[in-house]
């Protein structure tokens, strides 16, 4: 099996005791009706949680050999998560390089942007997520959205008044950063993706999920959150994002007015 490339990507830094991410990057194509398909390169964050001498890899993005020896320093890699459906490029080059037990939501790997033909499908994970079955952290617990066309999976670490890591679904792109090309710099903002707190723009378009099953989430409550796009944010996150979606709900109600 051929393996994506390396991608632009930065250091492992930590976040708090045992969790770690780095930020890395994608290139898509997307249509246009002028210019044709344009190459976006932008961000993604992968999480590592330390488990013992044990490493969680969450929303995983291919490393180099410089920065996996640096990886490799902090423990053992034993497991790897799929929060989101549209993510897990990467997930077979871990699954090859160090044996790993994949966990996934449950959504199917595929390529490009329609999941139902069969050939799009390329690879499977070993376990779905659920709310009892998690990878081996002793705080974790697991939500999924099910509402839209594929579901999307977040992660709640019951410590530090709480943890949580996202998919697509709760993003926190102030700005674009270093990892952005010029399109993608001007095209997403465009789009509504750089915004701090922000429901993912293309997760909602793609899935239209009821937004409102959010907040049984945001009831929890957690301090941190560690999106896969953009920076993590450490104080009162629950409730930033709970004003993102009652934004989003009371602007359909105004649009739905006669």
């Given at each position: 099996?051929?393996?994506?490339?390396?991608?632009?990507?930065?250091?492992?830094?930590?976040?708090?005791?045992?969790?770690?991410?780095?930020?890395?990057?994608?290139?898509?194509?997307?249509?246009?009706?002028?210019?044709?398909?344009?190459?976006?390169?932008?961000?993604r964050?992968?999480?590592?949680?330390?488990?013992?001498?044990?490493?969680?890899?969450?929303?995983?993005?291919?490393?180099?050999?410089?920065?996996?020896?640096q990886?490799?320093?902090?423990?053992?890699?034993?497991?790897?998560?799929?929060?989101a459906?549209?993510?897990?490029?990467?997930?077979?080059?871990?699954?090859?390089?160090?044996?790993?037990?994949?966990?996934?939501?449950?959504?199917?790997?595929?390529?490009?942007?329609?999941?139902?033909?069969?050939?799009?499908?390329?690879?499977?994970?070993?376990?779905?997520?659920?709310?009892?079955?998690?990878?081996?952290?002793?705080d974790?617990?697991?939500?999924?959205?099910?509402?839209?066309?594929?579901?999307?999976?977040?992660?709640?670490?019951?410590?530090?008044?709480?943890?949580?890591?996202?998919?697509?679904?709760?993003?926190?792109?102030?700005?674009?950063?270093?990892?952005?090309?010029l399109?993608?710099?001007?095209?997403?903002?465009?789009?509504?993706?750089?915004?701090?707190?922000?429901?993912?723009?293309?997760?909602?378009?793609?899935?239209?999920?009821?937004?409102?099953?959010?907040?049984?989430?945001?009831?929890?409550?957690?301090?941190?959150?560690?999106?896969?796009?953009?920076?993590?944010?450490?104080?009162?996150?629950?409730?930033?994002?709970?004003?993102?979606?009652?934004?989003?709900?009371d602007?359909?109600?105004?649009?739905?007015?006669?």
């Amino acid at each position: 099996m051929t393996f994506p490339r390396v991608l632009k990507h930065g250091k492992i830094e930590p976040i708090t005791e045992n969790i770690y991410w780095v930020r890395g990057s994608v290139k898509l194509k997307a249509p246009h009706p002028k210019f044709g398909p344009l190459t976006l390169q932008f961000s993604r964050n992968m999480t590592i949680i330390k488990q013992g001498d044990e490493l969680i890899l969450v929303n995983s993005v291919r490393l180099d050999e410089e920065t996996l020896e640096q990886l490799d320093s902090l423990g053992k890699v034993k497991h790897v998560v799929r929060l989101a459906a549209f993510h897990g490029m990467d997930d077979p080059f871990y699954k090859n390089r160090y044996d790993v037990t994949i966990w996934s939501v449950n959504a199917p790997y595929f390529s490009g942007v329609d999941p139902n033909p069969p050939e799009a499908h390329y690879f499977a994970p070993d376990k779905l997520l659920s709310s009892k079955s998690l990878p081996p952290i002793p705080d974790l617990k697991y939500f999924e959205i099910g509402s839209g066309s594929l579901n999307e999976g977040l992660f709640y670490l019951e410590r530090e008044n709480g943890i949580a890591i996202s998919g697509d679904s709760l993003q926190n792109w102030h700005q674009a950063d270093e990892n952005f090309n010029l399109t993608a710099r001007f095209m997403m903002k465009k789009m509504g993706f750089i915004r701090p707190t922000g429901i993912g723009p293309g997760w909602v378009n793609a899935v239209k999920p009821d937004v409102s099953e959010l907040f049984d989430f945001f009831d929890w409550g957690f301090e941190t959150l560690i999106p896969s796009h953009g920076e993590p944010i450490t104080s009162a996150a629950s409730e930033a994002f709970r004003s993102s979606v009652e934004k989003i709900i009371d602007s359909k109600k105004i649009e739905s007015r006669p």
